[in-house]
């Protein structure tokens, strides 16, 4: 094949990739200066707004609603640039959350925490903030300094490999150092992405400034088995993005040959900093992984997530006493060994810490 039909073969390919994405979107008009605070329900509702909870009934979900609808609030526009799709800014897939009653759990490329409903129920919310860690390269570095250097931090649903038809609705921020003539320079930018098992879909970058230091929060809903609802602020700045919308990707199945609508399991929450991977990972091919930058210590914040039989239903709040933990872990060559580079620390039932080693 022609060096001119591989380009063409790509064009096509990502034409109908953005078609698909821009299909899968809803935005909510949000006036920039709406104070939900003062709505009515219609028109929260009119405007994809949570409704503002019971405080006896759900306690943390009424904190987390009059925290991220104080002043300072702008919401600004959702329409993403999907030119900036293909950036290696790839988030990777993640490695299986096995259904265990060990407390520690270690993962590749995860570090955090993640939850399961109880009572055979399902995750219909899951809320969290963050400070967006100030990054450095690593003390071992020494003299072999790396070109860039990354981590994320994000709440998400799901994301099991083992599981048949596996997806993963999130939205967080990406830490970034880039090393230009021996200056390391950090930045951060906020996104989402619906993970897919066996996928290289990629994030998509959102419009909003997110800087080292901003304190980010994020809520995720869920409307129907398809269908999430992503909200985040820079509580900083009191930027707002106007609440999106997003329907699960389909995935192509042999037998029978027509797609599958992906479907949201609703089987974990997760509150992850994560090791990225550089995208996208050819065929066959190992995943490569960015450097971890030395973050220090971060903490999730307000971590609370929602279960209930259905979408529709009332909801129950669920807390992280019982949560899993998450290790990360990196095997060296030179001595041959496995040395655990970031570890997390219930803090308190809504709070975990992550803590780079």
């Keep these: 094949m022609s060096k001119e039909s591989r380009d063409t073969q790509q064009t096509q390919f990502l034409d109908a990739l953005l078609r698909e994405l821009e299909d899968r979107t809803a935005t909510h008009q949000?006036?920039?200066h709406f104070d939900p605070r003062k709505a009515?329900?219609?028109?929260?509702?009119?405007?994809?707004?949570?409704?503002?909870?019971?405080?006896?009934?759900?306690?943390g979900?009424?904190?987390?609603?009059?925290?991220?609808?104080?002043?300072?609030?702008?919401f600004i526009d959702t329409t993403f640039s999907f030119s900036s799709l293909f950036s290696n800014s790839g988030i990777d897939a993640p490695g299986p959350l096995p259904v265990t009653t060990t407390r520690q759990v270690t993962s590749p490329n995860w570090s955090g925490a993640y939850v399961t409903p109880r009572d055979d129920e399902m995750f219909i919310e899951v809320l969290g903030s963050w400070q967006v860690p100030t990054s450095s390269i690593p003390a071992s570095a020494g003299g072999h300094v790396a070109s860039d250097y990354r981590s994320?931090?994000?709440?998400?649903?799901?994301?099991q490999r083992s599981y048949l038809n596996?997806?993963?609705?999130?939205?967080?921020?990406?830490?970034?150092?880039s090393v230009v003539n021996g200056q390391p320079t950090p930045t951060a930018s906020a996104w989402w992405q619906w993970w897919e098992s066996g996928a290289n879909n990629p994030v998509v970058d959102l419009p909003l400034e997110v800087k080292p230091g901003d304190l980010i929060m994020c809520w995720l809903i869920v409307l129907d088995l398809q269908t999430a609802r992503f909200l985040i602020k820079n509580q900083?700045?009191?930027?707002?993005?106007?609440?999106?919308?997003?329907?699960?990707?389909t995935?192509?199945?042999?037998?029978?040959?027509?797609?599958?609508?992906?479907?949201?399991?609703?089987?974990?929450?997760?509150?992850?900093?994560?090791?990225?991977?550089?995208?996208?990972?050819?065929?066959?091919?190992?995943?490569?992984?960015?450097?971890?930058?030395?973050?220090?210590?971060?903490?999730?914040g307000s971590c609370l997530a929602v279960s209930a039989s259905a979408p529709s239903a009332v909801g129950r709040e669920e807390k992280l006493p019982g949560a899993r933990l998450l290790r990360m872990f990196e095997v060296e060559k030179k001595p041959l060994r496995t040395q655990f580079i970031s570890v997390a620390e219930l803090i308190s039932d809504e709070e975990v810490a992550t803590f780079f080693r």
């Design 251 to 300: 995935e192509a199945m042999p037998h029978p040959p027509s797609p599958v609508q992906l479907e949201i399991s609703g089987a974990t929450a997760e509150w992850v900093l994560e090791r990225p991977a550089v995208f996208p990972t050819p065929p066959k091919q190992p995943v490569k992984l960015y450097e971890l930058p030395d973050y220090g210590t971060m903490a999730f």
């Design 40 to 59: 009515g329900a219609a028109d929260l509702l009119k405007y994809g707004l949570p409704l503002k909870p019971d405080r006896r009934t759900q306690p």
């Design 152 to 159: 994320s931090a994000w709440i998400g649903l799901d994301g």
């Design 61 to 74: 979900r009424h904190a987390f609603w009059s925290r991220i609808f104080s002043p300072p609030l702008q």
């Design 236 to 249: 900083t700045t009191g930027h707002m993005l106007r609440p999106f919308d997003e329907t699960a990707p």
């Design 30 to 32: 949000v006036p920039a």
């Design 166 to 177: 596996s997806s993963l609705p999130q939205i967080g921020t990406t830490q970034y150092i």
